[in-house]
């Protein structure tokens, strides 16, 4: 199977910094996704990591380990804006299909 | 950037009608746009994969005499919901592969189509 598991929810404070985890099975692997979801729309892309290591854009950044099948989402300086759900997706070698985890619902507090 | 429309944004039936959903890629070409479903605080489950000019593949469980997807050009895909039932209810999204993408083979998503079923 391609099972993705990722937290169910997390809390954080507006400004902070939150670290999103993600594991996946690396058989067939070929990238990983993050996605975010507001409430009743649908997802828009963040980030794509296919080689080891963090990739940086702005107040978020990606993180991929393809030996231990671990990816992170990082957010720094927390707005209000990105209480949202993230969502892990992986991509299968020779196929454009995603699978996506259950997504980590955040919540970011005053 | 990218930009994918679903039509309509959401429809309310009744049981039994059928419904049709459609996909378009607005600026760039999409041999493959893929469909899912998402019921309320699941993730998103692929229910097909549209290839154009070809049958779509579906997913193990889907029914693909109930969910018709014809993908006739580059652009457009439809997802036609056939005697809709109650349990049909739920947020039907799709997604465009960008053909001549940045090679990231990046899916940007539609905005959605929530169907309600009476």
């Known amino acids: 199977g391609q099972n993705i598991d990722q937290p169910t929810e997390m809390t954080a404070t507006e400004g902070a910094i939150v670290q999103i985890n993600c594991t996946y099975q690396?058989?067939?692997?070929?990238?990983l996704f993050w996605y975010q979801q507001h409430a009743g729309e649908a997802p828009t892309f963040l980030s794509y990591n296919v080689l080891d290591g963090l990739e940086e854009k702005g107040r978020f950044s990606s993180f991929l380990s393809r030996s231990k099948g671990y990816s992170y989402l990082l957010l720094k300086e927390l707005q209000m804006k990105d209480s949202a759900s993230y969502l892990c997706?992986?991509?299968?070698?020779?196929?454009?299909?995603?699978?996506f985890g259950k997504g980590t619902k955040l919540s970011v507090i005053p | 950037g990218a930009v994918v429309s679903q039509h309509p944004s959401w429809v309310i039936c009744k049981s039994g009608t059928s419904v049709k959903i459609e996909c378009r890629s607005l600026?760039?070409?999409?041999?493959?746009m893929f469909w899912y479903r998402q019921f309320p605080k699941q993730s998103l489950m692929l229910m097909a994969t549209?290839?154009?000019?070809?049958?779509?593949t579906y997913e193990q469980g889907v029914e693909k005499d109930k969910f018709l997807i014809n993908h006739a050009s580059l652009t457009l895909s439809t997802l036609t919901v056939t005697s809709a039932h109650p349990e049909d209810s739920s947020f039907y999204i799709c997604?465009?592969?960008?053909?001549w993408g940045s090679g990231t083979d990046t899916q940007y998503f539609g905005p959605g189509t929530r169907l309600t079923v009476l």
């Open positions: 997604s465009a592969r960008d053909h």
């Open positions: 690396t058989s067939g692997f070929n990238g």
């Open positions: 997706a992986r991509s299968g070698a020779g196929s454009y299909q995603l699978t």
């Open positions: 600026d760039f070409q999409a041999t493959t």
């Open positions: 549209s290839n154009e000019g070809s049958k779509a």
